[in-house]
T-cell receptor
């Protein structure tokens, strides 16, 4: 297993377009998380899944954002009608469902630029 | 609500010098605390974590951190910094229930030759 994979690494899109990112977690990990990181800031939690169930969503996750993990393996994060404020690094992480959580393995992220 | 403060945005140290990065947290219960490192354009790598027990925890790459409940702190230390340690360091706190991590704003470490 090569860790958490995210695709694409970079995405440039025009304002108003839809974009979709993919995350492939470590195969034995049943939890998957999405975070957003803007320049000079720490990552901010967006949402997480345990298997295919989406268990928590941040208020940062507006109606334009949707995440899925249909078979409890890979996940997608879609942003509809992108805005310039959506420009950020989108990080995916996975972990086992152990007490206290954390200790995630992060992917290298997808950097989104909205022009 | 939980929060994390990293008071130092930038720190510059000379190679071979000791390092301490500060982290203060706010959380109502026993916190789960983490330090991550991020190189430019990369994801985050876990350096160490504290769940319970010994308040001095050892991590990878020669780093250690000490949990001080009375000061709500979890400072990261390294006795001798190497040029390859130049990166951004993030402290994070997690809840016992649920798995959302709250990150601090990060400290950018620069290492002088």
């Amino acid at each position: 297993d090569t860790g958490v994979s995210q695709d694409p690494r970079h995405k440039i899109t025009k304002r108003g377009q839809n974009v979709t990112f993919r995350c492939d977690p470590i195969s034995e990990h049943n939890r998957l998380y999405w975070y957003r990181q803007t320049l000079g800031q720490g990552p901010e939690f967006l949402t997480y899944f345990q298997n295919e169930a989406q268990l928590e969503k941040s208020r940062l996750l507006s109606d334009r954002f949707s995440a899925e993990r249909p078979k409890g393996s890979f996940s997608t994060l879609e942003i509809q009608r992108t805005e310039q404020g959506d420009s950020a690094m989108y990080l995916c992480a996975s972990s086992l469902a152990v007490a206290g959580g954390g200790g995630y393995t992060f992917g290298s992220g997808t950097r989104l630029t909205v022009v | 609500a939980q929060s994390v403060t990293q008071p130092d945005i930038h720190i510059t140290v000379s190679e071979g010098a000791s390092l301490e990065l500060r982290c203060n947290y706010s959380y109502g219960a026993t916190p789960y605390l983490f330090w991550y490192v991020q190189s430019p354009g990369q994801g985050l790598q876990l350096l160490l974590k504290y769940f319970s027990g010994d308040t001095l925890v050892q991590g990878i790459k020669g780093f250690e951190a000490e949990f001080k409940r009375s000061q709500s702190s979890f400072n990261l230390r390294k006795p001798s910094v190497h040029w390859s340690d130049a990166a951004e360091y993030f402290c994070a706190v997690g809840a016992t229930a649920g798995n959302m991590l709250t990150f601090g704003g990060g400290t950018r470490l620069m290492v002088k030759p």
